[in-house]
C-alpha cells in the first residue's frame, strides 16, 4: 500500500493555557474521504489549520504528502492542497471571477481555469457580478471553487455544505464523490449530519480536543451497538405473538429495535409471514451514532471526575 | 516573483477601483496649484510665488497630508482581511508571508507614488510654463521623491500597525494616534526641548532627534535647498547640519525600510 496522504501522529495544540487537541493519530490514504465531527470547540479547525501548517503543533508530528506542513518545503504541495474555511467572506468589491483569478494565479493557474471552475460549481452565470450580490449559497460556491483550484489531492473542507440549497448540496457531494475517484482525498468538517454518511469512508468523532471515535460508519455502529429499526407491514398482531419477534418490538417508534447480530434472524423470521406486504430497514443514522458517543463520554466524565476527588 | 506581482497587481486595481488614486491625485493637484499660483497671496501679491516659496508651502502641508492618506490607504490591509477570513486562506496557499508583505506594499505603494507624482507633477509643469526654468525640475523631482518615500514609509509604517492589531478599529485608532504623533506631537516635543533645556541642546543632537521622525527627514530634505527666509521653527536649526541631501535621502530610505521589514517580523510570529 502506498504510503498515507496525512499522517498525524500523537498530535497536541496547546493555546497559553487551552488545549486545543491531544494525542490524535490519523492516517489518512489517497482517496479516502474523512467526516470529522465534533461540536463547536471540539478542535476541528485546529486540526485543519495544523494539517495545513497554519498552525505549528505543540506535541506530535503530522506529514502532509510526506512533508511537515509548517516547513519551508512544503510550500510547493501547497497548491496540492485545497482548503475551504468556515465563514469566509471574500473581496466584496470584486466580481466572482475576479476573487476566483486572483486565487487561481496564486496557484499557478490562469483565468481559463477560473472560469472552468465557476461553471463547475454553477456561477458562471454571475461571475461578472460584485461578489456583495451575491446570496449565502452563491458564496459558499464560490468558496468550494477556490478550493477545487487545480484538482488537489488533499481538499479540506469546513463546514462545505452550510447555506446550500438541496440541489446545491447534491451537486457538491457529486464534486466530492468525482474527486475521490480521481484518487483525492477529502476531510469533512460538518454539523449537518444527515446525507453526509454516504460519501464518507471513515468518521472521526471529537470532544474537547480528543478523539472519542474513529473509524467506518459500521465500525462505528458495532462499537455503539445501535440497534437496527426493522419496520414489517402488514403483519399486524403477529408481531407480538412471535417468540423471536415480540422482544425487540418498541412501541413508541412502533418498530423492532434489533441489535446488529440479530438482524439477520429477525428478517428471515418476518419473511417468514406470507401476508408481509413491505419491510423497511433502517441502520442507526450517523446523527444517532454522533450523539451515542457524545452522550457516553459526558457520562464518563463525572464518574471519572468522581474518582479524582 | 510572481506571487508578488499578483498580490500587487490586485492591490493595484484595489486602489484604482476604491477611487483611492483619483482622490489622492486630485487632492494633490488642487493643492499644489493653488498653492503654486496663490502662495504669495500671504506678502500681499496674487500671482505665481517664487519656487521657494511654493517648494516651502507644498513640504509643509504634504508632510500632514502625506503621511495620513499613507494611514488612511493601508491600515487595514491586513486586519481587514484578517476579519473577513481571506488571509487564513492565503496563508495555506503557496505564498510566503514576505511575499504577501511585499505584493501589498508594491501594490498600495504603487497608487500613492504614482498619485503624488501626478499631482504634485502639474504644479511643476504650469511653474514651468511660467519662468521657463530649468532648476523648478531639479527642486520638484527631489520635492516628489522625497514625497513619494514619506508616503512608502507610511505605508509600512501602517502594516505594522494592521499586523500588530486584530481589529480593524483598533487599527484605525491607533493610525490616527501615529499620525498626530508624528505629525504634531514630534515636533512640539522638539521646540519645548529647544527652549525648554537652559544650555539648549546642540545642533548635531537635535538633528539626530529628528532623524527619529520620517516627516522632519522629509522636510529637511526639502528645506535644506531653500532660502532660510521660507523656513522657520526648530527647523531652521536644523537646516544648516552637516549631513547632504544625498544623505537624508537615505536616512528617509531607511525609514521604509525598517518598519517593512519589522512588519515582516511581525506577521511571521502572528497567531491566526
Known sequence: MASPLVSVEMLGKTYKNLTALKSINLQLAEGEVLGLFGHNGAGKTTMMKLILGVLSPSSGTVEVMGLKPDSKEAWHSRSKIGYLPENVSFYDQLTGLEVLTYFAKLKGYNKKQAINLLEQVGIANAMKRQVKTYSKGMRQRLGLAQAFIGEPKLLLLDEPTVGLDPIATADFYATVDQLKSTGSSIILCSHILPGVEQHIDRAMILSSGKVLAMGTLAQLRSEANLPIAIKPRGLNGSVLEDATLNGFFCKTSNSLQVPEDKKMTVLKQCLSYEHLADIDVESASLEKVYHYFLTRDSAVKPSSRGNVL | ?272
Open chain 2, 1 to 272: 516573483m510572481n506571487q508578488i506581482l499578483t498580490v500587487a497587481e490586485k492591490e493595484f486595481k484595489d486602489g484604482l477601483r476604491n477611487r483611492w488614486m483619483v482622490s489622492i491625485t486630485l487632492i494633490f493637484s488642487v493643492l499644489s496649484i493653488g498653492l503654486t499660483y496663490f502662495g504669495a497671496a500671504a506678502s500681499g501679491t496674487v500671482g505665481i510665488a517664487s519656487i521657494s516659496t511654493t517648494v516651502a508651502s507644498l513640504a509643509s502641508l504634504a508632510v500632514f497630508l502625506i503621511p495620513l492618506i499613507a494611514l488612511l490607504v493601508s491600515f487595514d490591509s491586513f486586519v481587514g482581511e484578517q476579519e473577513s477570513g481571506t488571509l487564513l486562506l492565503l496563508l495555506t496557499y503557496p505564498i510566503s508571508k514576505s511575499q504577501l508583505v511585499l505584493g501589498k506594499f508594491i501594490g498600495q505603494g504603487s497608487i500613492i507614488a504614482l498619485a503624488t507624482l501626478l499631482g504634485f507633477g502639474i504644479s511643476a509643469i504650469v511653474l514651468y510654463a511660467e519662468f521657463e526654468n530649468p532648476a523648478i525640475f531639479n527642486t520638484f523631482s527631489t520635492f516628489i521623491v522625497s514625497a513619494i518615500l514619506l508616503g512608502l514609509s507610511f505605508t509600512a509604517i501602517s502594516y505594522l500597525i494592521s499586523l500588530s492589531v486584530s481589529e480593524k478599529s483598533k487599527a484605525a485608532g491607533l493610525a490616527l494616534i501615529t499620525w498626530f504623533f508624528f505629525a504634531l506631537v514630534f515636533d512640539l516635543a522638539l521646540l519645548a526641548l529647544l527652549v525648554g533645556i537652559e544650555d539648549g541642546i546642540s545642533q548635531q543632537g537635535l538633528t539626530q532627534l529628528m532623524m527619529l521622525n520620517p516627516a522632519d527627514i522629509f522636510r529637511l530634505v526639502n528645506l535644506a535647498g531653500l532660502d532660510s527666509t521660507d523656513v522657520n521653527g526648530a527647523l531652521a536649526v536644523a537646516v544648516n547640519s552637516s549631513l547632504t541631501q544625498g544623505q537624508w535621502f537615505m536616512l528617509l530610505g531607511a525609514w521604509v525600510i525598517m518598519p517593512l521589514s519589522l512588519a515582516i517580523v511581525i506577521f511571521r510570529n502572528k497567531k491566526l
